[in-house]
């Protein structure tokens, strides 16, 4: 079984990533925000990262399931 899916990041850590580099040399925020996102929009919320600080970046954890 393979699953092709999306991740989402809350919007705060997104716009603190674009604030450093390389980041920053693209603008100030995504091409694509999550509410304007279709995909987010239709149930990606499931897809939100729950994050947490380490060192100078950040570790993420998401749980899912499968339904056979």
Do not use: C, K, W
């Not at 999306?6 to 980041?23: G, I, K």
Request: aromatic fraction near 8%.
């Amino acid at each position: 079984m393979v699953h092709t899916g999306q991740l989402f990041f809350p919007a705060a850590v997104t716009e603190a990533v674009y604030a450093h580099p390389p980041y920053r040399e693209h603008g100030t925020a995504p091409d694509t925000p999550n509410p304007e996102d279709a995909i987010f929009r239709n149930g990606g919320s499931r897809g939100m990262l729950s994050l947490r600080r380490s060192g100078g970046g950040y570790v993420a954890s998401i749980a899912t399931g499968v339904h056979a």
